[in-house]
Antibody
């Protein structure tokens, strides 16, 4: 059973950089799957942020592309998200998820990140 | 970007009734990449249906999906109180994923 766990600061200052890590257990991040970040502002819907393949190939949501960097650390079986120049609009629950054979089959529990001074 | 529009926004039904949730795409979606997720308060989304009509592991056969092209449907027969949740459709295409805005299902 694959498990994903997000970690990182719960509070980030405006104009700062949001940094989160997703630790994968019960499976290898080097499998032939894509690993994604998805966010959900309070009381709103789901927004895909971007994804990474074990080789390091990435795809980003065009609306966030200029501010997003996703990286992978295969030695630690984890992948990370960096979102720069954050504003209050970036306040959300951030989820990591595995995209396997056409679906998001495993999700982390999510972590709330608040952007506030 | 493919926009997914779900209807209705909110659905209020009684136990034992059937729920029909709609997901309409702004352009044709590959059926293999259309999924449905259930989200309860404070929880991560849970995969229900993938590839338009295949149930995920452990999902009861009360849940079924159908559709093609730009129109897709999630049907929940014989509603139970624990089906109360927000349901999202999601598609993948051209290295991009999008979600519908969600349908809130209330069980009276």
């Amino acid at each position: 059973q694959v498990q994903l766990q997000e970690s990182g600061p719960g509070l980030v200052k405006p104009s700062g950089t949001l940094s989160l890590t997703c630790a994968v257990s019960g499976g290898s991040i080097s499998s032939s799957d894509w690993w994604s970040w998805v966010r959900q502002p309070p009381g709103k819907g789901l927004e895909w942020i971007g994804e990474i393949y074990p080789s390091g190939s990435v795809n980003y949501n065009p609306s966030l592309k200029s501010r997003v960097t996703i990286s992978v650390d295969k030695s630690k079986n984890q992948f990370s998200l960096r979102l720069s120049s954050v504003t209050a609009a970036d306040t959300a629950v951030y989820y990591c998820a595995r995209f396997h054979t056409g679906r998001f089959d495993y999700w982390g529990q999510g972590t709330l990140v608040t952007v506030s001074s | 970007e493919i926009v997914l529009t779900q209807s209705p926004g909110t659905l209020s039904l009684s136990p034992g009734e059937r729920a029909t949730l709609s997901c309409r795409a702004s352009q044709s979606v590959t059926s293999a990449y259309l999924g449905w997720y259930q989200q309860k308060p404070g929880q991560a989304p849970r995969l229900l249906i993938f590839a338009t009509s295949s149930r995920a592991t452990g999902i009861p056969d009360r849940f079924s999906g159908s559709g093609s092209g730009t129109d897709f449907t999630l049907t929940i027969s014989r509603l139970e109180p624990e089906d109360s949740a927000v349901y999202y459709c999601q598609q993948y295409g051209s290295s991009m994923y999008t979600f519908g805005q969600g349908t809130k299902l209330e069980i009276k």
